[in-house]
């Protein structure tokens, strides 16, 4: 008996022969107070387009679009301002180029491990040590970057003209790609967990060893959520800030020479909100414009992040 | 008979030596040190990191950190008062705004929410993509909307409602995840009972959750205490005074930490350090208190 009733909750969700037939009121009010707490972060991404792409528009009204993309010139703070952003992408693209290349190999690398070599014990000592550095604050890896690993790589790389300046994009790039290793390393392990151990012991019983079986079965299989966990890695670094707003540098650069400064979408955003600019002018609109853009670019990777998980999660759950 | 003896000795150990452990070929053992070696430079990183920041740090961290108030003036009377005050009422406020909603939001989707439903696919999707949405972006909303739109100022409740916005999506999945962990069987019973859906919810589903929803909670706080670019966006900076109610102007430890690192004389990056390692202690202390409720109260079903 009790096994029907069972069978029959499951089904439903809820044992609907055992509910009233008109749910009470105060179920009602509570439903709809739910429904409004789970909207609010619906209102908030609207909020978040609204007050990004309003103010983006106006300032398009004032600087064609086709000029903002393609100019190789930022200085919107001069006498005769340009508003040619690409010195701030190469900026962005450069620290993140350096980040992923750091953190891309190294994070697939300790999830490896920590998934198919590292026993259990170990596995929860070295996890939650690995995801402390998730957990410190991003402005305390800024002073790490500018006051360390700046002087660190100026005494590491003399030589002619080319020594790193005191801002530079290659100190901030690797500091934000440590920084972003736990994030690629837990996300690529959540996926090679999910891949099922008759894979890994057919291929062991194939005679692979536990080489091949992490190289040619587990991280193939796992492949849509490793790539996942690279495009999360690598959004991050698109979107982070106080790393390179204050090892990078506040000029922009159209140089891909990672020695030299760059100034980030990121750090001018923040370089320049934090000053005493008044609503309405047409640098306080490129702030919302320099945002439009850098939410575009976010946006579009998290979306495909989210496919590729529910796509491994579809076949292996 | 004496003729079937055991098969010669010399024959056994190749046989043996195939099933048995041949040792580590060169190249697999290249290959684990390589896996070490990437989980290592994370790790080193994380020691020379901390180590740095507390030896630096270690000739300003005495009680004038606490007792004085932050000044671009003189390094040798300028502490972190403010800041510390500051970061403690964020930490209060966004929990206050975030927590509640959050959680709401985790009963909705799991407990009503018909994943079916493209609303509450909706739902779901918008809160993975808000949680990869950059800090900073959170900071335009905040400056658009409650600094200059409202008419709040880089304040109090300006900058928690702006954190608050800001973890809500760690608030919700941690939640989400915790609820899920209690067995249909519980509300199986409870509803059998004859107790309704909320009561369910309210008194069995929700006390066996609240482990799991408080180490996410402390989670998503110790994301906001951390955050310095969307008050910098704000317009949050250096004030010598703490915090007396929403509307007061504040500063946090990572917005003075970013100041302090920006100041030319070598003084105030020792000031930096020392600060940093009262916000790292700060962190440490909840993550402690996280994964000690963690620990304490892991229920098996």
């Given at each position: 008996?009790?096994?029907?009733v069972d069978k029959r909750?499951?089904?439903?969700g ?14 009602k009010?509570?439903f709809?107070?739910l429904?409004?707490a789970?909207l609010v972060?619906v209102?908030t991404t609207?909020?978040?387009v ?16 086709g000029?903002f993309?393609?100019?190789?010139e ?12 690409l010195?701030?992408?190469?900026g ?7 980040a992923?290349i750091?953190a891309?190999?190294?994070?697939l690398g300790?999830a490896?491990y920590?998934?198919e070599?590292a026993?259990?014990?170990?596995r929860?000592v070295?996890?939650?040590m690995l995801?402390?550095?998730a957990?410190i604050p991003?402005?305390?890896?800024g002073f790490?970057?500018?006051?360390l690993v700046?002087?660190f790589?100026?005494w ?16 901030a790039g ?5 920084m972003i ?9 959540d ?5 099922p151990n008759?894979?890994r012991q057919g291929?062991f019983?194939?005679?692979s ?8 079965v587990?991280?193939?299989a796992?492949?849509?959520?490793i790539s996942?966990?690279f495009i ?10 106080m790393?390179?707003a204050?090892a990078g540098g506040?000029i922009?650069?159209?140089?891909w ?5 760059h100034?980030t979408m990121?750090?001018?955003i923040a370089?320049?909100a934090?000053?005493d600019?008044s609503t309405?002018?047409?640098i306080?609109k490129?702030?919302?414009?320099v945002g439009a853009?850098?939410f575009?670019?976010?946006?579009l990777m998290?979306?495909v ?13 | 008979?004496?003729?079937l003896?055991?098969p010669p000795?010399?024959?056994?150990p190749?046989?043996?030596n195939l ?13 684990r040190?390589?896996?070490?070696a990437?989980l290592?430079v ?5 020691v020379?990191?901390?180590?740095y920041?507390v ?6 961290l005495?009680?004038?950190l606490f ?8 390094p040798?009377?300028a502490?972190a008062?403010?800041?510390i005050?500051?970061t403690?009422w ?5 929990a206050?705004?975030?927590?509640p ?5 985790a009963?909705y989707?799991?407990e009503?929410?018909n994943s ?5 696919r909706?739902i779901?999707i918008n ?7 950059p800090s900073?972006?959170?900071g335009?909303l ?8 409202l008419g709040?100022?880089?304040t109090?409740?300006t900058g928690?409602?702006t954190?608050a916005?800001?973890?809500?999506p760690v608030?919700v999945i ?10 249909q069987?519980?509300r199986a019973g409870?509803l059998a009972?004859?107790a309704t859906?909320?009561q ?5 589903v ?5 482990p799991?929803?408080s180490?996410g909670?402390i989670?998503?706080l ?11 966006m ?9 915090p007396?109610?929403?509307?007061s102007?504040?500063t946090?430890?990572p917005?003075q930490i970013?100041g ?6 070598s003084e105030?990056?020792?000031l ?10 700060i ?6 208190v996280a ?7 892991q229920?098996?079903w």
């Amino acid at each position: 008996m009790s096994i029907n009733v069972d069978k029959r909750a499951a089904a439903a969700g809820t044992p609907g022969f055992l509910r009233q037939q008109r749910s009470r009121f105060g179920e009602k009010v509570i439903f709809a107070i739910l429904l409004t707490a789970a909207l609010v972060s619906v209102a908030t991404t609207l909020g978040i387009v609204v007050s990004l792409f309003v103010p983006a528009a106006e300032f398009f009204n004032e600087v064609p679009i086709g000029q903002f993309l393609t100019g190789t010139e930022w200085s919107p703070t001069f006498a005769n301002p340009e508003f040619g952003v690409l010195p701030l992408v190469v900026g962005t693209l450069l620290t993140t180029l350096i980040a992923s290349i750091v953190a891309l190999p190294l994070g697939l690398g300790s999830a490896i491990y920590l998934s198919e070599y590292a026993g259990d014990r170990l596995r929860r000592v070295l996890k939650p040590m690995l995801e402390v550095l998730a957990g410190i604050p991003t402005v305390i890896y800024g002073f790490f970057a500018l006051t360390l690993v700046t002087p660190f790589l100026r005494w590491l790389i003399p030589g002619g003209g080319d020594v790193p300046t005191i801002f530079n994009t290659l100190s901030a790039g690797l500091v934000m790609g440590v920084m972003i290793i736990p994030t690629v390393a837990s996300l690529s392990e959540d996926a090679m967990a999910a891949v099922p151990n008759g894979l890994r012991q057919g291929a062991f019983a194939l005679g692979s060893n536990k080489r091949q079986v992490s190289t040619r079965v587990v991280v193939p299989a796992a492949l849509s959520g490793i790539s996942a966990a690279f495009i999360l890695g690598i959004s991050r670094a698109i979107g982070e800030t106080m790393i390179v707003a204050m090892a990078g540098g506040a000029i922009p650069n159209m140089s891909w020479n990672p020695l030299e400064f760059h100034q980030t979408m990121t750090a001018f955003i923040a370089q320049t909100a934090g000053g005493d600019i008044s609503t309405g002018t047409t640098i306080y609109k490129t702030i919302f414009a320099v945002g439009a853009l850098l939410f575009v670019f976010t946006f579009l990777m998290n979306m495909v992040s989210i496919r590729l998980v529910r796509k491994y999660r579809e076949v292996y759950e | 008979m004496t003729t079937l003896a055991p098969p010669p000795a010399p024959e056994a150990p190749p046989e043996l030596n195939l099933l048995g452990k041949t040792g580590e070929p060169i190249r697999e053992r290249l290959f684990r040190w390589m896996l070490m070696a990437c989980l290592g430079v994370g790790l080193v990183t994380l020691v020379v990191l901390l180590t740095y920041v507390v030896l630096k740090g270690w000739p300003r961290l005495d009680s004038r950190l606490f007792t004085e108030m932050p000044s671009s003036i003189s390094p040798d009377t300028a502490g972190a008062q403010s800041a510390i005050m500051g970061t403690l009422w964020i930490m209060f406020f966004t929990a206050l705004w975030s927590l509640p909603v959050g959680i709401l939001s985790a009963i909705y989707l799991e407990e009503y929410g018909n994943s079916a439903r493209w609303w509450n696919r909706l739902i779901e999707i918008n809160l993975l993509n808000l949680a990869a949405v950059p800090s900073i972006v959170f900071g335009i909303l905040g400056l658009a909307f409650i600094s200059r739109g409202l008419g709040f100022g880089p304040t109090v409740l300006t900058g928690s409602l702006t954190l608050a916005l800001l973890v809500l999506p760690v608030v919700v999945i941690a939640s989400r995840e915790a609820i899920r962990a209690v067995p249909q069987s519980i509300r199986a019973g409870s509803l059998a009972l004859g107790a309704t859906k909320w009561q369910t919810i309210w008194r069995q589903v929700l006390p066996a959750a609240i482990p799991g929803i408080s180490t996410g909670a402390i989670l998503a706080l110790s994301r906001a205490i951390g955050e310095a670019a969307p008050l910098l966006m704000l317009g949050v900076s250096f004030v010598r005074f703490n915090p007396d109610g929403l509307l007061s102007d504040f500063t946090t430890l990572p917005v003075q930490i970013y100041g302090w690192t920006s100041e030319a004389r070598s003084e105030y990056q020792v000031l930096a350090a020392a600060a940093s390692v009262v916000l790292l202690i700060i962190l440490l202390a909840m993550n402690s208190v996280a994964i000690y409720i963690r620990n304490k109260t892991q229920k098996r079903w």
